[in-house]
């Protein structure tokens, strides 16, 4: 999946140099699957902070790369809150914060304690480190805790998170079940927010199917088949929904000649990855079944999260948004 590392401002301050910043080229990204950690919240004024005070800060040239570089790794970073503020050194603090939430690696020009997730420039070029290797993917057993499992970097990282599964279905327990365990993840997100919003995206569109209601359909049907399904929204989310969490669920239909709603995603504001079968764990709580949850690439996130998520969205929309709160215990 994706992994989050922080960046100490003193060496990014160095990579102006492209002979200091070669190692690092296309080595955070999407395609890399590595995140920046924009810790803490100042994170961009302490990298020009720390160029300021070098040799190169009256130098155009380098101003100009450093701008550059600094928008190209600030893209789609996770911005954490600006804790331990009363460690005056950015290591020290960024040491601090790992051990309440940890990074998958700090990457710094020294490591004067000795941590084992410290990893310096030098090393890194010269030997290499087994936290900035990035594992392979493989296969997700169909149950609700792997698939929780796998997109849980996902979640820990994100503000909003949108799933997409046309085919959801609040009366079975295998949508449930996986609904509960995603959500449960939202209490390891790392981005200090008071809420975590997630919205459930589904499709009016399957209760019209060829072998479930022929071609009847008209304003009134649809009115109808949505009332219920809120209905059932209503009566069967709410304890899936834990503290913390403000949740949603969106209807649409197709427009005519339109995309259709069948892929099912995980869709956030850092990346998004696609179910190659589905968000649902398998009928079978002893199936071998597995299923391919595969990150997406830029461009394809960036048109999935706009289809659902921009102004216009790609669908019409069916009714009101249904939001669900946590049940009351």
């Given amino acids: 999946m994706i992994y989050e590392f922080a960046l100490e401002p003193a060496l990014v301050a160095r990579w102006h140099d492209r002979n200091r910043y070669l190692f690092f080229d296309e080595k955070f990204g999407l395609r890399a699957r590595r995140v920046v950690a924009a810790y803490p919240r100042n994170w961009k004024r302490l990298v020009w902070e720390a160029f300021g005070k070098s040799p190169a800060a009256g130098d155009q040239n380098a101003q100009m790369r450093m701008t550059e570089l600094i928008q190209h790794l600030s893209q789609n970073s996770v911005r954490r809150p600006s804790t331990f503020p009363e460690i005056p050194s950015w290591l020290a603090r960024a040491e601090a914060e790992h051990s309440e939430r940890p990074f998958r690696a700090i990457i710094a020009t020294i490591n004067p304690r000795n941590r084992s997730f410290v990893i310096t420039d030098r090393e890194l070029v010269e030997t290499g480190h087994a936290l900035w290797n990035i594992p392979d993917g493989y296969p997700t057993p169909r149950n609700a805790a792997e698939i929780a499992n796998a997109v849980l970097p996902l979640m820990q990282l994100c503000r909003h998170a949108v799933i997409i599964e046309p085919y959801f279905d609040p009366g079975k327990q295998r949508f449930r079940r996986t609904l509960a365990a995603i959500l449960a993840t939202c209490g390891k997100n790392v981005c200090g927010l008071k809420t975590v919003q997630v919205e459930l995206h589904t499709s009016i569109d399957r209760f019209f199917e060829d072998w ?28 899936l929904v834990p503290k913390g969490v403000e949740f949603r669920v969106i209807v649409w239909k197709r427009r005519t000649d339109g995309e259709k709603l069948h892929n099912r995603y995980l869709l956030t504001n850092i990346y998004g990855v696609i179910f190659g079968t589905g968000s649902d764990e398998s009928e079978n709580p002893d199936s ?7 990150l997406l690439e830029e461009g394809q996130y960036l048109m999935r999260y706009k289809q659902y998520t921009g102004t216009p969205p790609a669908f019409d929309r069916v009714g009101e948004s249904i939001p669900i709160a946590p049940q009351k215990t």
Avoid: H
Avoid at 288 to 294: L, P
């Fill in 288 to 294: 071998k079944e597995s299923d391919d949850i595969v």
């Fill in 212 to 239: 479930e209601r022929g071609e009847f359909r008209d304003l009134n049907e649809e009115t109808k088949v949505y009332q219920y399904y809120a209905s059932e929204c209503r009566s069967r989310i709410p304890s």
